[in-house]
């Protein structure tokens, strides 16, 4: 079955950087778009990024743009989210989440993993 | 437009039925989405393109669209559908996903 598993959360300062990853399992990850979906304690869902399925296009959340980078590794099976001047506001648990589309790059996320907390804290 | 908007509460009795609703100007032209989320768990998926449930999804759970208003129907309320719903969808522009800010479903 999909299992899609975070790492990488913890505290850091603001305006440091941080690195998330998200392995892969149980599917043809080639053929698949990944999203990471975030989710500020106690609110709702935020779209942050998606990659496209061979990596060829990348979109953002208006917040992160400029300061988030997504990028996928196929020949790992991992999807990366590279968060730079991290700010206060950017506190949330991380989602790594699986387009069920056939190669499109908007929905629906079919598969979610359990998510990894992200504290930015002086 | 980049909004969606859910109302922020629905409650119903068990057995009745509950319709969490979904408004946005892109949505005749954009698929619809719709996830449970359980308190401390991960959103899963139970209503694709607007109408379709996933297999594994009980079919009390049900969509329908009609203009810029899409629905969330769930018929026969259960207590363990007491949970966060939200909607999703595509901009315009189909470069940036939308989600809904969420409804809280309470069963009395």
């Known amino acids: 079955q999909v299992q899609l598993v975070e790492s990488g959360g913890g505290v850091v300062q603001p305006g440091r950087s941080l690195r998330l990853s998200c392995a892969a399992s149980g599917f043809t990850f080639s053929r698949s778009a990944m999203h990471w979906v975030r989710q500020a304690p106690g609110k709702g869902l935020e779209w942050v990024a998606v990659i496209s399925y061979a990596g060829t296009k990348t979109y953002y959340g208006d917040s992160v743009k400029g300061r988030f980078t997504i990028s996928r590794d196929t020949s790992e099976n991992t999807v990366n989210l590279q968060m730079n001047s991290l700010r206060t506001e950017d506190t949330a648990v991380y989602y790594c989440?699986?387009?069920?589309?056939?190669?499109?790059?908007?929905?629906?996320?079919?598969?979610w993993g359990q998510g990894t907390l992200v504290t930015v804290s002086s | 437009s980049h909004e969606l908007t859910q109302p922020p509460s629905v409650s119903v009795s068990p057995g009745q039925t509950a319709r969490i609703t979904c408004s946005g100007d892109t949505l005749p032209n954009q698929y619809v989405y719709w996830y449970q989320q359980r308190p401390g768990q991960a959103p899963i998926l139970v209503i694709y393109r607007d109408t379709e449930r996933p297999s594994g999804i009980p079919a009390r759970f049900s969509g329908s669209s009609s203009g810029t208003t899409v629905a969330l129907t769930i018929s026969g309320v259960q207590a363990e559908d007491e949970a966060d719903y939200y909607c999703q969808s595509a901009d315009s522009s189909g470069t940036s996903v939308l989600f809904g800010g969420g409804t809280k479903l309470t069963v009395l």
């Open positions: 989440a699986k387009d069920g589309s056939s190669y499109g790059l908007l929905g629906p996320f079919d598969s």
